[in-house]
T-cell receptor, first 113, second 109 residues
């Protein structure tokens, strides 16, 4: 196990609703990244947080937002859910050094109906 | 933006045989990482390659980084049923990982 935890494990929402996903980093890791993995695809980078600030973002609209807390845990918020948002959402934590290994959590499976 | 392509998409292997999966990037990479994801699981880090032409081995797995740092390969010898899963390469530039679509490996006993 990596020491990265995510909650909930599964979630079902309807179109237009809002969702919050949570991630607890591995001890000593101050950088968290979030990824979206659609079925049969590789993970796609959403954004990264370092010391409570967003410091990198992928090609995702503003309705995808996040937070990082002083204890380095993190949230991913998605507003106005769309059917295509159905995916496995992964968080990954690492130290601040860019080439360090990223440790992925088990993911949250989101289904939008 | 950066694109990472992997081939083949699917690899059906007889137990005991060897196979190779390939990864190509549209841009030069600072380094490349490989991950394995078992069915229903999450990506698990396997290895990172940093230097041009670098070759690293993990038991039956051999990873190679191209001289131009735009391609990489993973070669598995004497495939076992425990090798089942999807293998992803991920190019690293700046702060983010750009994953390929993966090679899904199934093994015939």
């Amino acid at each position: 196990e990596t020491g990265v935890t995510q909650s909930p494990t599964h979630l079902i929402k309807t179109r237009g609703q809002q969702v919050t996903l949570r991630c607890s980093s591995q001890s000593g890791h101050n950088t968290v990244s979030w990824y979206q993995q659609a079925l049969g695809q590789g993970p796609q980078f959403i954004f990264q947080y370092y010391r409570e600030e967003e410091n990198g973002r992928g090609n995702f609209p503003p309705r995808f937002s996040g937070l990082q807390f002083p204890n380095y845990s993190s949230e991913l918020n998605v507003n106005a859910l769309e059917l295509d948002d159905s995916a496995l959402y992964l968080c990954a934590s690492r130290t601040e050094f860019g080439t360090d290994t990223q440790y992925f959590g088990p993911g949250t499976r989101l289904t939008v109906l | 933006g950066q694109q990472v392509m992997q081939i083949p998409q699917y690899q059906h292997v007889q137990e005991g045989e060897d196979f190779t999966t390939y990864c190509n990037s549209s841009t030069t990479l600072s380094n490349i990482q490989w991950y394995k994801q078992r069915p229903g699981g999450h990506p698990v880090f396997l290895i990172q390659l940093v230097k041009s032409g670098e070759v690293k081995k993990q038991k039956r797995l051999t990873f190679q980084f191209g001289e131009a740092k735009k391609n990489s390969s993973l070669h598995i010898t004497a495939t076992q049923t425990t090798d089942v899963g999807t293998y992803f390469c991920a190019g690293v530039n700046d702060y983010k990982l750009s994953f390929g679509a993966g090679t899904t490996v199934t093994v015939r006993a």
